[in-house]
């Protein structure tokens, strides 16, 4: 079965790093295009980036661009993202999902298998 | 961007009742409309693709219809385990933007 976990939060100070890790098993990981999807304590769902499933195209929410950086790793099944020049709005659970079409398609953006998250904090 | 809207924000209901959430696009994005549903500390869970196809594994008490601009989840009888927080996400083109959930919880 489709497993993804998520790892590499914490708690970072404004103006700090991080990079989140999400592994991916039950699927052929290099075939399907891969999102970062984020929620603040108590608030909604916000996309964050995507990476296709070869890694050739990128897409980042106005959010992030320019801070944050989506990459991939198909022989360790594992996707990224990392996270520079934070800030206290950024603070949020980090979810990794699996995006429904396979090669041939540059996304079909529809989230059909998620991570359990994991929570980012910014703060001094 | 495009802009998505929900409405209700929340609303109080009970077991059995029929439930419809709206969302609207704030431009045509075709059938390319998606459904989750979420509980508390949960990841969110895909209900409807595409606008009215449903996923694998959902019961078949939940609908999607709609298409443009203007989009609809029915629930058919409400049962205990849906009581959560629905989003509509447009999939049309990035950023792939949510609308800002509706929570259904028990009168």
């Known amino acids: 079965q489709v497993q993804l976990v998520e790892s590499g939060g914490g708690v970072v100070q404004p103006g700090g790093s991080l990079r989140l890790s999400c592994a991916a098993s039950?699927?052929?990981?290099?075939?399907?295009?891969m999102h970062w999807v984020r929620q603040a304590p108590g608030k909604g769902l916000e996309w964050v980036a995507f990476?296709?499933?070869?890694?050739?195209?990128?897409y980042y929410a106005d959010s992030g661009k320019g801070r944050f950086t989506i990459s991939r790793d198909n022989s360790k099944n594992t996707l990224y993202l990392q996270m520079d020049s934070l800030r206290a709005e950024d603070t949020a659970v980090y979810y990794c999902?699996?995006?429904?079409?396979?090669?041939?398609?540059?996304?079909?953006?529809?989230?059909?298998?998620w991570g359990p998250g994991t929570l980012v904090t910014v703060s001094s | 961007d495009i802009q998505m809207t929900q409405s209700p924000a929340s609303l109080s209901t009970s077991v059995g009742d029929r439930v419809t959430i709206t969302c609207r696009a704030s431009?045509?994005?075709?059938?390319?409309l998606n459904w989750y549903q979420q509980k508390p500390g949960k990841a969110p869970n895909l209900l409807i693709y595409?606008?009215?196809s449903l996923q694998s594994g959902v019961p078949s008490r939940f609908s999607g219809s709609g298409s443009g601009t203007d989009f609809a989840l029915t629930i058919s009888s409400l049962q205990p385990e849906d009581f959560a927080t629905y989003y509509c996400?447009?999939?049309?083109?990035?950023?792939?933007?949510f609308g800002p959930g509706t929570k259904v919880d028990i009168k």
């Open positions: 999902a699996k995006d429904s079409v396979g090669r041939g398609y540059t996304y079909g953006a529809t989230f059909d298998y």
């Open positions: 039950g699927f052929t990981f290099s075939s399907y295009g």
């Open positions: 990476v296709r499933y070869d890694g050739s195209n990128k």
């Open positions: 431009q045509s994005i075709g059938s390319s």
């Open positions: 595409a606008a009215s």
């Open positions: 996400q447009q999939s049309y083109s990035s950023p792939f933007t």
